[in-house]
């Protein structure tokens, strides 16, 4: 038995989760599960379809992207999970998707605007879109600046990690993270069906208005403020 059994069934439970909720076809995306203790995270192998995959396939990988176990190569995009890894101290679960709507909306360099309440359930403010990855970072070593595209974008807009668990990559697709690989599932899921109703919303009106603050407030804090009162105690 691995000495990382636990992160390689939570990355291979929620890396099956992807397929079931239609944000994968194919090989297409991954998931990873961090053990903060160990310095290590659980990924998806590369190119292996999902229904090959069992966790013992799982590799684990260090924050300098060091394969620590594994008879598998990891996931292309490893070197992104690691660098999120380290320098955000708290996430659990890092996905990556190319789901049909969120990717449609990357590949448009265009931030998902907050049209509605189920947006604002999960988050308050449009769901960012980094810009698309300049000419030397793609010459460089692209996935590990795919992983700095994120933050420096965050930190342009002056957005925390902790309150907004979702980023589209302009010309890519998106990327989640949460405090597990299960809630990071969650947030692209969220993302996706976001993405699809803000779609819909624009060919439907263009001149659609985004949701005004009072409602925004209202619907997130009902959620996740200090009187929160949705769902059951
Ligand atoms: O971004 C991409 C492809 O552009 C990747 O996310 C693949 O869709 C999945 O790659 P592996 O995790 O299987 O290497």
């Known amino acids: 038995m691995s000495n990382y059994q636990d992160i390689k069934v939570q990355a291979y439970q929620a890396n099956m ?5 239609g944000l994968v076809l194919f090989t297409f995306g991954n998931v990873s599960a961090v053990d903060r203790a160990k310095g290590v995270f659980a990924i ?28 598998l190569r990891p996931s292309s995009d490893t070197k992104t999970h690691a660098v999120l890894y380290k320098h955000w101290e708290d996430i659990g679960g890092i996905v990556h998707t190319h ?4 990717t449609a909306w990357a590949q448009a ?5 907050i049209f509605g309440t189920t947006h604002a359930d999960h988050l308050t403010v449009d769901i960012p879109c980094a810009p698309p990855m300049a000419d030397e ?31 589209l990559v302009g010309n890519h697709a998106p990327f989640t993270w949460g405090k597990t690989a299960e809630k990071a599932v969650y947030n692209s899921a969220v993302l996706e069906t976001v ?17 005004k603050d009072s ?3 209202k619907h997130f ?7 929160a009162y949705y769902g059951q105690k």
């Open 17 to 21: 989760q992807l397929p079931k909720l």
């Open 44 to 71: 998806k192998p590369s190119g292996v379809p999902y229904e090959d995959l069992s966790p013992d396939d799982m590799v684990i990988v260090d924050f300098d992207s060091n394969v620590v176990e594994g008879r």
């Open 99 to 102: 789901s049909t709507y969120g």
């Open 109 to 113: 360099q265009k931030a998902i605007p």
């Open 137 to 167: 970072m793609i010459k460089g070593n692209y996935e590990y600046e795919t992983g700095f595209q994120i933050m420096n974008h965050f930190e342009n807009l002056g957005l925390s990690y902790k309150e907004v668990e979702m980023i």
């Open 195 to 211: 993405a699809q109703m803000a779609l819909l919303t624009q060919q439907i009106n263009p001149q659609a208005p985004k949701l």
């Open 215 to 217: 409602l925004i407030k």
């Open 221 to 227: 804090e009902r959620k996740h403020g200090e009187g």
